[in-house]
């Protein structure tokens, strides 16, 4: 695992979070105290399968997956996030539950920057300030809203119905996906996939 600590100063960090619109000044001033700005180039970990991760983050550029692997060695790809999203807190997906140690590896699919919080600082700083507080909520809203909308898509849509509306609203992510992560992530295969891409292909209406 690789990463690189990006040496950017109070003034840089503090602009980096001004994509975070619940914060005041004060607010982000208190954030760039804890704050390590990470960098991940093109495939690295973030965390892998057994590790201890105590932090959260807030993805500023690039994209990320989260995957996992089943007993029978099947990796399945659960979730991405990049930077067309709206800003949220993440983290390994134990940490809603408390614990600390992961199943998951988060991945770095393209170069990516982070701004990593140590878990306790950042959840003491949003029990003290109500922007902070704002943000930590709607992130956690975005989290669950993204489950529920996957969840009732894998139970009822078609493969065809989940594939126009994953090109249609994660654009960013097909672009710089591999396929056969866009695939598992849809629950189909490479070869289908394919197959979607054709027909979707030839009912768009040719280019003048």
């Not at 969840?151 to 249609?168: G, K």
């Amino acid at each position: 695992m690789y990463t690189l600590t990006i040496m950017l100063s109070q003034p840089e960090i503090l602009q980096h979070l001004e994509s975070i619109h619940q914060l005041n000044d004060d607010e982000r001033l208190e954030l760039s105290k804890i704050c390590k700005p990470l960098f991940l180039p093109k495939k690295t970990k973030l965390v892998e399968t057994d590790d201890r991760f105590d932090s959260v983050f807030v993805l500023t550029a690039g994209l990320l997956r989260w995957y996992f692997y089943s007993d029978d060695g099947t990796e399945n790809n659960v979730f991405f996030s990049s930077e067309a999203d709206h800003a949220f807190i993440a983290s390994i997906p134990e940490y809603y539950a408390d614990r600390r140690e992961t199943k998951y590896t988060i991945e770095a699919v393209v170069d990516t920057q982070l701004l990593l919080f140590p878990k306790e600082l950042f959840e003491d700083l949003a029990f003290q300030h109500k922007g902070i507080f704002q943000f930590y909520v709607k992130s956690l809203k975005i989290i669950i809203d993204t489950l529920r909308i996957r969840t009732e898509q894998l139970c009822s849509d078609s493969p065809s119905a989940r594939y126009e509306v994953f090109l249609e609203n994660r654009s960013y992510i097909t672009r710089n996906t591999n396929r056969k992560h866009i695939a598992n992530f849809l629950g189909i295969t490479p070869n289908s996939l394919s197959r979607l891409t054709a027909r979707i292909q030839k009912k768009r209406p040719p280019k003048n």
